[in-house]
């Protein structure tokens, strides 16, 4: 669940008490709007009382908890980790951390939602609605890993039956030219011993003739 920072009764630095009131009359407007789940209207209220106090934590929570609300996942991102960067109080470090987490698990991005729900429990261990949602995801990445593993497992039975057919094959293959070879070398030495007894024969055949002359 994306939390919504709930509003403080005074602000810490303002210009004039006139344009602190216009800011809370626009965060007042944005909050109802949130409420009534008009996320575009409330993103415009909360925007419109950023304009009166650059400074207001709350515009720039609510702003980005809208963003959120809207599914403007990426805007929305940049809005808390702004946020993060520049913000000191555990509390709303807290707060600012835990809906990163949401942000990330919606985008399946799960190894940093883990640890940004890490982050938000580091600075309020108490928050069990983190501690719920760290949870999840670390189930949903253990679903993930069960489910890589078992599509890599064909995979690579498929890949070893492969391997099998091919050293099969090759194997075949030598053995059908260590046939081919022995054929040829039996064919030579049958050619070799052909070409000995025709000699002889014409050895003999040379001799007699010979013989007859003298």
Same mark, same amino acid.
């Given at each position: 669940?994306?939390?919504?920072?709930?509003?403080?009764?005074?602000?810490?630095?303002?210009?004039?008490?006139?344009?602190?009131?216009?800011?809370?009359?626009?965060?007042?407007?944005?909050?109802? #709007?949130?409420? %009534?789940?008009?996320?575009?209207?409330? #993103?415009? #209220?909360?925007?419109?009382?950023?304009?009166?106090?650059?400074?207001?934590?709350?515009?720039?929570?609510?702003?980005?908890?809208?963003?959120? !609300?809207?599914?403007?996942?990426? %805007?929305?991102?940049?809005?808390?980790?702004?946020?993060?960067?520049?913000? &000191?109080?555990?509390?709303?470090?807290?707060?600012?951390?835990?809906?990163?987490?949401?942000?990330?698990?919606?985008?399946?991005?799960?190894?940093?939602?883990?640890?940004?729900?890490?982050?938000?429990?580091?600075?309020?261990?108490?928050?069990?609605?983190?501690?719920?949602?760290?949870?999840?995801? =670390?189930?949903?990445?253990?679903?993930?890993?069960? =489910?890589?593993?078992?599509?890599?497992?064909?995979?690579?039975?498929?890949? =070893?039956?492969? !391997?099998? %057919?091919?050293?099969?094959?090759?194997?075949? =293959?030598?053995?059908?030219?260590?046939?081919?070879?022995?054929?040829?070398?039996?064919?030579?030495?049958?050619?070799?011993?052909?070409?000995?007894?025709?000699?002889?024969?014409?050895?003999?055949? #040379?001799? &007699?003739?010979?013989?007859?002359?003298?």
């Amino acid at each position: 669940m994306m939390k919504r920072y709930l509003l403080i009764a005074g602000i810490l630095i303002v210009s004039t008490q006139a344009f602190a009131q216009q800011e809370r009359k626009h965060i007042r407007k944005g909050t109802s #709007e949130y409420t %009534e789940q008009k996320f575009l209207e409330s #993103e415009i #209220e909360y925007r419109k009382a950023l304009d009166k106090n650059p400074e207001s934590f709350e515009a720039q929570y609510n702003i980005g908890a809208s963003l959120y !609300k809207q599914q403007k996942l990426d %805007e929305a991102m940049k809005q808390f980790q702004t946020l993060a960067q520049t913000e &000191k109080d555990p509390a709303k470090l807290a707060q600012i951390y835990h809906n990163m987490g949401n942000i990330y698990f919606a985008a399946d991005k799960i190894d940093e939602s883990i640890d940004a729900y890490k982050k938000s429990l580091k600075n309020n261990p108490l928050d069990n609605e983190t501690r719920y949602n760290l949870i999840a995801a =670390q189930k949903k990445k253990k679903e993930q890993e069960n =489910q890589q593993q078992q599509q890599q497992q064909p995979q690579e039975q498929e890949q =070893q039956q492969d !391997k099998q %057919e091919q050293q099969q094959q090759q194997q075949q =293959q030598q053995n059908q030219m260590n046939k081919e070879d022995a054929e040829r070398l039996l064919n030579a030495i049958q050619q070799d011993e052909d070409d000995l007894q025709n000699k002889r024969k014409i050895n003999a055949a #040379e001799k &007699k003739q010979i013989e007859k002359n003298w």
